[in-house]
């Protein structure tokens, strides 16, 4: 079942910036395997990212194997600091459908 997440993250989209690019070099790609849209957008508070899923256990293994290291890894962050802070306010879309046309490709 498609899964769908909208994160408001109170970091400087630097932390985005930085977070994104070595996740893509770890990858090899822009998109996770599982992640049909990824949106990442600049808020008075910092950024928000929004993603598409093929299932929710595909964002869970992308969190647990990729993403969160990286954050540790950009952050400085201690794994107890971390979980201390806990998730980045965050609310589950309830998709009803997905279109993006081929052009929407847009690299920043």
């Known amino acids: 079942m498609t ?12 932390m985005y910036e930085k977070v994104h690019a070595i996740v893509t070099q770890r990858l090899g790609r822009e998109m996770p395997e599982g992640c049909l849209l990824h949106l990442a957008t ?4 910092g950024f928000s990212v929004t993603e598409v899923w093929e299932t929710h256990e595909a964002a869970d293994r992308f969190g ?5 290291p990286v954050i540790l890894e950009v952050s400085g962050l201690s794994p107890a ?3 201390a802070q806990g998730p980045p306010p ?3 879309l ?3 459908g997905l279109t993006v046309d081929a052009r929407a490709r847009v690299g920043v």
């Open 3 to 14: 899964y769908a997440i909208t994160m408001d993250v109170p970091q400087p989209a630097e």
């Open 64 to 68: 647990d194997d990729v993403l969160r």
């Open 81 to 83: 600091e971390m979980l």
């Open 94 to 96: 309830d998709v009803l």
């Open 42 to 45: 600049r808020t008075d508070g």
């Open 90 to 92: 965050s609310r589950e």
